[in-house]
């Protein structure tokens, strides 16, 4: 069993950045991919971009291309999602998600999931 727990949300203006982590328990963090999704209300859970067990893959929803960077640091069992230039579009409650695999870019294919922290991007 893996636990997930996010931190780093809260309110900012358009423009600004912010830096959500993801601390994980488990001594098996580094087996894991690792994802960041994202829920606005009213809205379907999104993919925002995912990273492979050691680092070397991302990948990003065309989203947040160029402004979104996904980290982690396998010796302190956290996975990091860096926001730049944010956009009202990307308020939402933020998750981050472990899977058993080398790498997951579908819901699906997430085996642990956090509560989520919120995102709100005020124009």
């Known amino acids: 069993q893996v636990q997930l727990v996010e931190s780093g949300g809260g309110l900012v203006q358009a423009g600004a950045s912010l830096r959500l982590s993801c601390a994980t328990s488990g001594r098996t963090f580094s087996s894991y991919a690792m994802g960041w999704f994202r829920q606005a209300p009213g809205k379907v859970r999104e993919f925002v971009g995912t990273?492979?067990?050691?680092?070397?893959?991302?990948s990003y929803a065309d989203s947040v291309k160029g402004r979104f960077t996904i980290s982690r640091d396998n010796a302190k069992n956290s996975v990091y999602l860096q926001m730049n230039s944010l956009k009202p579009e990307d308020t939402a409650v933020y998750y981050c998600a472990a899977a058993q695999r080398g790498w997951a870019t579908k819901g699906a294919e997430y085996d642990y999931w956090g509560q989520g922290t919120q995102v709100t991007v005020s124009s």
């Open positions: 990273i492979s067990r050691s680092g070397g893959s991302t």
